[in-house]
T-cell receptor, first 115, second 108 residues
Framework: DAGVTQSPTHLIKTRGQQVTLRCSPK?????VSWYQQALGQGPQFIFQ???????QRGNFPDRFSGHQFPNYSSELNVNALLLGDSALYLC??????????????FGEGSRLTVL | KNEVEQSPQNLTAQEGEFITINCSYS?????LHWLQQHPGGGIVSLFM???GKKKHGRLIATINIQEKHSSLHITASHPRDSAVYIC??????????FGKGTKLTVNP
């Protein structure tokens, strides 16, 4: 049983470009949350997807958007990249209310560098 | 606003030592998670606490709801325990609010 898989693992972009990151949740999970982790900081919540809808959103600009597909996999899109978008982007997989059940699984992350 | 504060920021120990990492959280957090992050970046969930105490192997997590404080203890520490340990809280929503993490180094 595969856990949470994220792709790509590393990528380099230049300012102004757009990026798409992908996440496949653990089998049986229907909820995907995305987090941004800057160097030396704790992760920050971007948004959460359930039943192909964005359920909650953190304090991130509209340049950050997402999508969830019928198979529960998810994409995070960032437009008009800024240097400050350089970070590790983490995907967390769960069933709904996983924050309160403790059944929460994270991927290895996608490390984005913006030059 | 949910907030989580961890201490210490960095911790160095000798193999075999007993280790404690502390976490204080704000009103509104009802589920407290302890997570482990290795240098590659992946995060592993260790415990989720809403009350009491949990134990898994050499790891023990406790929570005091009245004082809004949780601790993660590692007994008989080993170099393979070296990692960043993160406390995160959830309350009223599905999002987790993370502390900045404690970088633990256990020397042989």
């Amino acid at each position: 049983d595969a856990g949470v898989t994220q792709s790509p693992t590393h990528l380099i972009k230049t300012r102004g470009q757009q990026v798409t990151l992908r996440c496949s949740p653990k089998s049986g999970h229907d909820t995907v949350s995305w987090y941004q982790q800057a160097l030396g900081q704790g992760p920050q919540f971007i948004f959460q997807y359930y039943e192909e809808e964005e359920r909650q959103r953190g304090n991130f600009p509209d340049r950050f958007s997402g999508h969830q597909f019928p198979n529960y996999s998810s994409e995070l899109n960032v437009n008009a990249l800024l240097l400050g978008d350089s970070a590790l982007y983490l995907c967390a997989s769960s069933r709904l209310a996983g924050v309160y059940t403790g059944e929460l699984f994270f991927g290895e992350g996608s490390r984005l560098t913006v030059l | 606003k949910n907030e989580v504060e961890q201490s210490p920021q960095n911790l160095t120990a000798q193999e075999g030592e007993f280790i404690t990492i502390n976490c204080s959280y704000s009103v509104g957090i009802s589920a407290l998670h302890w997570l482990q992050q290795h240098p590659g970046g992946g995060i592993v969930s260790l415990f989720m606490l809403s009350s009491g105490k949990k134990k898994h192997g050499r790891l023990i997590a406790t929570i005091n709801i009245q004082e809004k404080h949780s601790s993660l203890h590692i007994t008989a520490s080993h170099p393979r325990d070296s990692a960043v340990y993160i406390c995160a809280g959830g309350g009223g929503s599905e999002k987790l609010v993370f502390g900045k993490g404690t970088k633990l180094t256990v020397n042989p």
